[in-house]
């Protein structure tokens, strides 16, 4: 474990349903991010955020809502989706602004049907 | 925007043979670089990093890494691989708050 924790690991969802992804970090740090995965891509940063505030939103589609209730949670909300967001969705965490790097949680393999 | 170039996208070796990985940025100023691995089913892990004096950077398992700076190149190199070092690497930098990868090269270790 990396002390980041993504749930669920594997999502099936409809074009037409709501769900939620989430992470929890434990390593007292006080950035988070969320990443999206494509086999054959560089890792796509989505959203950036510093002590819950976001700073970052990386021209992502409003189908995708994240939120930050506090430093150590991140959610990022689905709903219509469309086939091609189908990827692993990656959060990470860091300290600072992460010029230490960051950790990142094992993913959320999203499959839209 | 910083961008970052991994040269092969797949390379199939045999145990024993040696490992470079190719890595280069088109931001000019001041970086940190970094390398991950991410072996099947598993997260991303940190291979080593590099922020400043020795170019010459040791990590874990063996793979160190050399930072040219005339080049804008980090490159990822293993003397001797072993068959549990199939996995997708990828190469990052740090620079503007923001840490951009490259688009990965899988490894794949014959025995």
């Known amino acids: 474990e990396t002390g980041v924790t993504q749930t669920p690991r594997h999502l099936v969802m409809g074009m037409t349903n709501k769900k939620s992804l989430k992470c929890e970090q434990h390593?007292?740090?006080?950035?988070m991010y969320w990443y999206k995965q494509s086999a054959k891509k560089p890792l796509e940063l989505m959203f950036v955020?510093?002590?819950?505030?976001?700073?970052e939103n990386n021209s992502v589609p409003s189908r995708f809502s994240p939120e930050c209730p506090n430093s150590s949670h991140l959610f990022l909300h689905l709903h219509t989706l469309q086939p091609e967001d189908s990827a692993l969705y990656l959060c990470a965490s860091s300290y600072n602004r992460g010029q230490d790097g960051y950790t990142f949680g094992s993913g959320t393999r999203l499959t839209v049907v | 925007a910083q961008s970052v170039s991994q040269h092969n996208h797949h390379v199939i070796l045999s145990e024993a043979a040696s490992l470079e990985l190719g890595c280069n940025y088109s931001?000019?100023?001041?970086?940190?670089l970094f390398w991950y691995v991410q072996y099947p089913g598993q997260h991303l892990q940190l291979l080593l990093k590099y922020f400043s004096g020795d170019p010459l950077v040791k990590g874990i398992k063996g793979f160190e890494a050399e930072f040219i700076k005339s080049k804008f190149s980090f490159n990822l190199r293993k003397p001797s691989v072993q068959w549990s070092d199939t996995a997708e690497y990828f190469c990052a930098v740090f620079n503007d708050y923001k840490l951009s990868f490259g688009a990965g090269t899988t490894v794949t270790v014959r025995a």
């Open positions: 955020y510093n002590f819950k505030e976001q700073t």
């Open positions: 390593l007292g740090h006080n950035a």
């Open positions: 931001y000019g100023g001041t970086v940190n």
